[in-house]
């Protein structure tokens, strides 16, 4: 009989799982959200409460056997939302804490590879995020931005803005998944609040927006438009660029 381990869908509830397979060295196990669980009859489910001070200890004992890189990647692993990868996390974790040599670096290991290839999918993700948010100056005085990325990559993106726009208070939301990053002149923060996507509905924009903001978008869409030169125009390196589904994005491909 297998055990499923039921998280809260957090980091620190990944790592109170991982946790608690160590606590009652189980081996026949594997970790699951419990939106992607389903009860059957042939295995055991048991619902983890996370505790922060058990993820910390799990955190602290990997800082000792992989390096900030290799942290890092279990870290963006998780942030991919891909169903099975909690076990790909958790067979990772537990040859490293069972290997007397550094092993995030050994490609043989199925989990070792695919924590490395999904940690480069979210990376790429959270670039395109970094080149592609627009933001607009909402009616309180607040640079505003919504995104829906194939990933959870929005605390990757944090500290890039807080570097790039420092001086003025922004919000960047997550539609997908109903919460954002605040940043207030001084701190970021995740905020959880419910938006509608109506937010970026032209017809809207005059009750969030303001008027010299909508404007400003507006030429910048005529200006994009009449600076391009049809005849050198290559549509599919343009695409290969800037992926179609980034254009919802940008104020220039709305004209």
Known sequence: MKTILIYDGSFDGLLSAIFYVFEFKLTNVCIKKREHSQQNFFDAEEEIITDKIKATRVWKGLSKKLSARGRRKIYKA?????????????NFIKRTFSSEVPIENDYSDPSILEIEKVAKKVDREKHRMDAFVRF??????????????????????ADHF????????????DLKRKYGIYYNLQNVAIVELEIS????????????????????????GIYFKNSSIPSRKNMRLHIKHIPKRYWKYLPEKKL
């Open 78 to 90: 998780f942030l991919s939302e891909i169903p099975t990868i909690e076990t790909a996390i958790l």
């Open 136 to 157: 607009r100056l909402t009616n309180d005085g607040i640079y505003f931005a919504t995104i829906e990325p194939d990933f959870n990559v929005l605390p990757l993106n």
């Open 162 to 173: 807080k570097k790039r726009y420092a001086d003025q208070k922004w919000l960047i939301y």
């Open 197 to 220: 996507s109506e937010v970026n509905n032209t017809s809207k924009a005059l009750t969030y927006f303001t008027v010299d903001e909508i404007n400003s978008q507006q030429l910048w």
